[in-house]
């Protein structure tokens, strides 16, 4: 029996984290087991909680990706984070950061996964004038 793949959870402010799932589409095509969760002006924050609590039901792998760090998506996930072994987050989301996601958790899960995605974006920013 496969293991079931790591679960990917975008936590962006408006729709960016949707369209940013499209956009990876197109460069790779389907991004399986993925969610995109868009804080809106009118959401409370509970309210945002309570709609990550139900992507994170029944899953026993995930990794949530964020957009910046200290925003209310980041700060809600390293609530998670902190609180549960088997979910892991990240914040600074691109869509190079997503792409690496969905590539490396065919390979790696939890914090290997995690500590796999840092390691590859820190190589990736560059200053492109030099």
Same mark, same amino acid.
């Given at each position: 029996m496969?293991? @079931? &793949?790591?679960? %990917? ?17 197109? *460069?790779? /095509?389907?991004? &399986?087991?993925?969610?995109? %969760? /868009? +804080? =809106?002006?009118e ?8 709609r990550?609590?139900?992507e ?5 792998? $995930?990794? *949530?990706?964020? !957009? ?10 390293? $609530?998670?984070a ?15 950061? +997503?792409?690496?996601? !969905?590539? +490396? &958790?065919n390979?790696?899960? /939890?914090?290997?996964?995690a /500590?796999?995605?840092? #390691?590859? =974006?820190k190589?990736? %920013?560059?200053?492109l @004038? #030099?």
């Amino acid at each position: 029996m496969m293991e @079931k &793949r790591t679960k %990917l959870i975008l936590l962006t402010h408006g729709s960016w984290g949707e369209e940013l799932w499209k956009a990876g589409e197109m *460069i790779v /095509g389907r991004i &399986r087991f993925c969610k995109a %969760l /868009g +804080l =809106m002006p009118e959401d409370a924050v509970a309210d945002y909680r309570v709609r990550l609590e139900k992507e994170l039901e029944g899953e026993t792998k $995930v990794l *949530i990706l964020a !957009d910046i760090k200290g925003g209310t998506p980041s700060n809600v996930a390293a $609530v998670y984070a902190k609180r549960t072994e088997h979910i892991q987050a990240l914040c600074g989301l691109s869509l190079e950061m +997503l792409l690496a996601a !969905d590539r +490396l &958790r065919n390979e790696y899960s /939890g914090r290997a996964l995690a /500590g796999k995605i840092v #390691e590859e =974006m820190k190589e990736k %920013l560059t200053d492109l @004038k #030099e």
